[in-house]
């Protein structure tokens, strides 16, 4: 099973057994981003160098173990681990009515690696409630000492990096140019 999955990348079995599979599995590819001969000696004692065949049935000139080292692990470098998926799928095995999950090798592109992610929800909410949080302080405090509050940072953070920057004189201005945008791009959407 673990021969399949390196040569297809995903295999539908059941989830016991995908279980049990994605230890075996990673603990490969583990072994394989080491590189070198004792790590490929061993990876061939558990799995065996077996030969890939393609759909027609003819044979590759690739073996399992030569798509692990030569393609998986170069793709897992920089990876600590994870390198496969579970995903449920709703149909279940004629005869025992098992259920049924799809063990996929985890797909990781150049661009997702390049590019870091955008913050996460969790990320977003925490900045939101410590920006508010600033701003009840800064609220508070210019009430104490008798100074004017200074302008809410959630505010200006909604309102963008430009009309913050400005200042209070400017916002509406901001405002304004940013609802131009949006009607501009409403338009452009319409014509095609």
């Given at each position: 099973?673990?021969?399949?999955?390196?040569?297809?990348?995903?295999?539908?079995?059941?989830e016991?057994?995908?279980?049990e599979?994605?230890?075996?599995?990673?603990?490969?590819?583990?072994?394989?981003?080491?590189?070198?001969?004792?790590?490929?000696?061993?990876?061939?004692?558990?799995?065996?160098?077996?030969?890939?065949?393609?759909?027609e049935?003819?044979?590759?000139?690739?073996?399992?173990?030569?798509?692990?080292?030569?393609?998986?692990?170069?793709r897992?470098?920089?990876?600590?681990?994870?390198?496969?998926?579970?995903?449920?799928?709703?149909?279940?095995r004629?005869?025992?009515?098992?259920?049924?999950?799809?063990?996929?090798?985890?797909?990781?592109?150049?661009a997702e690696?390049?590019?870091?992610?955008?913050?996460?929800?969790?990320?977003?909410?925490?900045?939101?409630?410590?920006?508010?949080?600033?701003?009840?302080?800064?609220?508070?405090?210019?009430?104490?000492?008798?100074?004017?509050?200074?302008?809410?940072a959630?505010?200006?953070?909604?309102?963008?990096?430009?009309?913050a920057?400005a200042?209070?004189?400017?916002?509406?201005?901001?405002?304004?140019?940013?609802?131009?945008?949006?009607?501009?791009?409403d338009?452009?959407?319409?014509?095609?």
């Open positions: 099973m673990a021969a399949a999955l390196f040569q297809h990348g995903a295999i539908r079995t059941t016991t057994k995908a279980k599979l994605r230890r075996f599995v990673e603990k490969l590819i583990t072994q394989a981003k080491k590189g070198t001969l004792h790590a490929r000696r061993l990876v061939i004692r558990e799995l065996g160098d077996q030969r890939m065949y393609d759909e049935g003819e044979m590759l000139e690739q073996t399992v173990v030569q798509k692990l080292f030569g393609e998986l692990a170069p897992y470098a920089d990876r600590p681990g994870g390198y496969t998926r579970l995903i449920r799928l709703s149909d279940r004629i005869g025992d009515a098992g259920q049924q999950v799809l063990l996929q090798l985890v797909e990781e592109t150049p690696a390049a590019a870091p992610s955008s913050t996460s929800r969790r990320q977003r909410r925490a900045a939101k409630r410590h920006s508010a949080a600033r701003g009840a302080r800064k609220r508070r405090t210019g009430a104490v000492t008798g100074a004017a509050p200074e302008p809410d959630e505010a200006a953070s909604a309102e963008g990096a430009e009309s920057e200042g209070a004189q400017d916002e509406p201005a901001a405002t304004d140019s940013a609802e131009k945008a949006a009607d501009e791009q338009a452009a959407d319409d014509k095609q």
